[in-house]
């Protein structure tokens, strides 16, 4: 706040000491002492005061967009993450599944003519 360094204060001390004199000098200080400490403690509690109303200015703001944000809304914004997850693992699932090569066909249709031919029979 204030840049008062060693020789500012030994100045203040030597016309504090000329002007009020050793007797009342100590009276002084202690007075001054108290009366920077009363000060300091005000300006802490209007900054906490302070700081305690921008806290609920916001949580007041955040209440009231709360209240007026839809309900669907709401729901829609956790429902799309559920959704993408669920495609995502939908086209990993596809993607796991082994691909019909075009030889396969072709034995699979073999297979069912044979097996309407009587070739399977056990009897």
Do not use: C, H
Not at 46 to 51: N, P, V, W, Y
Not at 66 to 77: D, F, H, L, N, Y
Not at 90 to 95: C, G, L, P, Q
Request: charge should be neutral; avoid cysteine; aromatic fraction near 4%.
């Amino acid at each position: 706040m204030f840049d008062i360094g060693f020789w500012e204060l030994g100045l203040i001390s030597v016309v504090a000491l000329l002007v009020v004199g050793p007797e009342r000098l100590p009276g002084l200080a202690r007075t001054l002492g108290l009366w920077l400490g009363k000060g300091r403690r005000m300006l802490s509690s209007i900054k906490d005061e302070i700081d305690r109303e921008v806290r609920i200015d916001e949580i007041k703001k955040a209440a009231q967009e709360g209240v007026q944000a839809p309900i669907s809304k709401t729901i829609r914004q956790a429902v799309d993450p559920m959704q993408t997850i669920g495609r995502e693992a939908e086209k990993i699932m596809n993607d796991a599944r082994p691909k019909p090569e075009e030889g396969d066909e072709d034995k699979k249709k073999g297979a069912v003519k044979a097996s309407s031919n009587g070739a399977y029979d056990d009897a």
